[in-house]
């Protein structure tokens, strides 16, 4: 990947996903990252990053609102690698299943026109993804998975023209509450994850090797989520640096 012009160009990433990409991290756990560089996109304007980046719930009040996000660190890792000015397009809605992110679905069509919003000021340059807990609730939902992405993932590139623009997958936490009853499905899931890696030019996948969750047992928390940025961005930067 070649940033040409990094002092007037911003180059932009669509976030999509679930809880874990809007981001359930509590606000004072972890300090703001504060880096002019970053935007998120707000009316179709570059705005100066501030959290919550994704703001799909209630931000002050409620067991699962709007909080920090793994795209902040994401986003400021990439910025300081670079040099350049990184643009957020949020799209993540929690407690969403792959099937609403399929083509024709509204969740896709939202992403889809968010992304080409973001293009007339800016360069796409990457999806990040973490979503898949939904799925790990049944056989069923897990079983499909692997062909839903893979379908997902090139309509995205094919309606965006954007050919084969880097791709970053987040692992699930695999210590994921037993309230949740998923038995081994996250394991699973993320063992998917990589098999899709292989399928899909220019994908890879952050490990959340490591990361502690919530009190809840499904969302990681703040500082975990700023460790999970910076490894999503260090696979960015593999395949950026790789010319990809």
């Known amino acids: ?9 911003v180059y932009s990433f669509l976030m999509i996903g ?9 606000f ?8 002019y560089k970053c935007r998120m996109l707000r009316m179709g304007r570059w ?4 959290e919550p980046i994704n703001p799909d719930r209630e ?27 990184v643009g957020l397009i949020p799209c993540a809605d929690g407690g969403t299943g792959i099937s609403q992110w399929m083509p024709g679905e509204i969740l896709y069509d939202h992403a889809v026109m968010m992304a080409r919003l973001a293009m007339r000021t800016s360069r796409l340059c990457g999806i990040i993804w973490h979503q ?7 056989e069923d939902t897990l079983s499909v998975y692997g062909e839903k992405f893979i379908s997902l993932m090139n309509s995205l590139r094919s309606d965006l023209g954007v050919g084969n623009i880097p791709i970053i997958i987040g692992e699930l936490a695999e210590s994921i509450g037993e309230r949740w009853d998923m ?12 098999r899709l890696a292989e399928k899909l030019p220019a994908c890879a996948v952050a490990s959340a090797d490591g990361l502690t969750l919530k009190p809840d047992g499904l969302h990681f928390d703040s500082r975990s989520l700023r460790i ?3 490894r999503y961005a260090q696979k960015y930067i593999q395949l950026a640096d790789d010319g990809i």
Do not use: W
């Open 28 to 35: 004072y756990d972890v300090a703001p990252i504060k880096n």
């Open 132 to 138: 898949g807990e939904t799925d790990c609730k049944t």
């Open 59 to 85: 931000i002050l009040d409620g067991e699962y609102h709007s909080g920090v996000s793994l795209a902040a660190s994401f986003a400021d890792e990439v910025s300081r690698h670079f040099g350049i000015q």
């Open 1 to 9: 990947m070649i940033f040409n012009d990094k002092e007037n160009t």
């Open 47 to 50: 705005q100066k990053m501030s």
């Open 183 to 194: 038995d081994d499905r996250s394991k699973r899931m993320n063992e998917l994850f990589y």
């Open 228 to 230: 999970f940025g910076v």
């Open 18 to 26: 679930q809880s874990n990409m809007a981001g359930r991290g509590e």
